[in-house]
T-cell receptor, first 118, second 114 residues
Framework: NAGVTQTPKFQVLKTGQSMTLQCAQD?????MSWYRQDPGMGLRLIHY???????DQGEVPNGYNVSRSTTEDFPLRLLSAAPSQTSVYFC?????????????????FGPGTRLLVL | AQSVTQLDSHVSVSEGTPVLLRCNYS??????LFWYVQHPNKGLQLLLK??????LVKGINGFEAEFKKSETSFHLTKPSAHMSDAAEYFC????????????FGKGTMLLVSP
């Protein structure tokens, strides 16, 4: 298993450009999510998905778009990049134990994509 | 809503001395709690997790954490720091309402001096 993979590892964009950050997992996990990491802020949830065709917003969704057409892939789109989107982006996936408390669901993180917007 | 507060942004210790990283949480449900570590320019590594089986949780590399419901705390400890422990540590709570997505604390940077 490759686990959670992210591409590219590093990207430089100019303000106003668009791009897609790729995330894929080969563990047949239902849940996938995107986080951004900024100094002193920890990681913050951008968007998440609970299955193919189902997505929802997290804490900081503005400026980002997602869709999920397959179980394996969960791309994150920047529609018009801004310097405030300079960050490190992490994708994560987890299985579902049927929503039974307490959770045994563990998030598996990708290696991250470092994005610089000039 | 879930939240996590890491009480120290930086903690400095000498090699061989104990480590204590403090974390308080707020949760509407029985929480699942985690500690993650991130070494410089690296990804996230899960140190340990609490999911109500036992209040004292042992993790990797000699770390452990104790869940105290009455104090809403989940502090991370290690008896003896090693130089390789220098990293940023995140206390994290799982958000039941958002399908186990994670709410992170802002992080504690652990500095270890010789």
């Amino acid at each position: 298993n490759a686990g959670v993979t992210q591409t590219p590892k590093f990207q430089v964009l100019k303000t106003g450009q668009s791009m897609t950050l790729q995330c894929a997992q080969d563990m047949n996990h239902e849940y996938m999510s995107w986080y951004r990491q900024d100094p002193g802020m920890g990681l913050r949830l951008i968007h998440y998905s609970v299955g193919a065709g189902i997505t929802d917003q997290g804490e900081v969704p503005n400026g980002y778009n997602v869709s999920r057409s397959t179980t394996e892939d969960f791309p994150l789109r920047l529609l018009s990049a801004a310097p405030s989107q300079t960050s490190v982006y992490f994708c994560a996936s987890s299985y579902s134990n049927g929503r039974i408390l307490p959770y045994q669901e563990t998030q598996y993180f990708g290696p991250g994509t470092r994005l610089l917007v000039l | 809503a879930q939240s996590v507060t890491q009480l120290d942004s930086h903690v400095s210790v000498s090699e061989g001395t104990p480590v204590l990283l403090r974390c308080n949480y707020s949760s509407s449900y029985s929480p699942s709690l985690f500690w993650y570590v991130q070494h410089p320019n690296k990804g996230l590594q899960l140190l340990l997790k609490y999911t109500s089986a036992a209040t004292l949780v042992k993790g990797i590399n000699g770390f452990e954490a104790e869940f105290k419901k009455s104090e809403t705390s989940f502090h991370l400890t290690k008896p003896s720091a090693h130089m390789s422990d220098a990293a940023e540590y995140f206390c994290v709570v799982s958000d039941y309402a958002r399908y186990s997505t994670l709410t992170f604390g802002k992080g504690t940077m652990l500095l270890v001096s010789p």
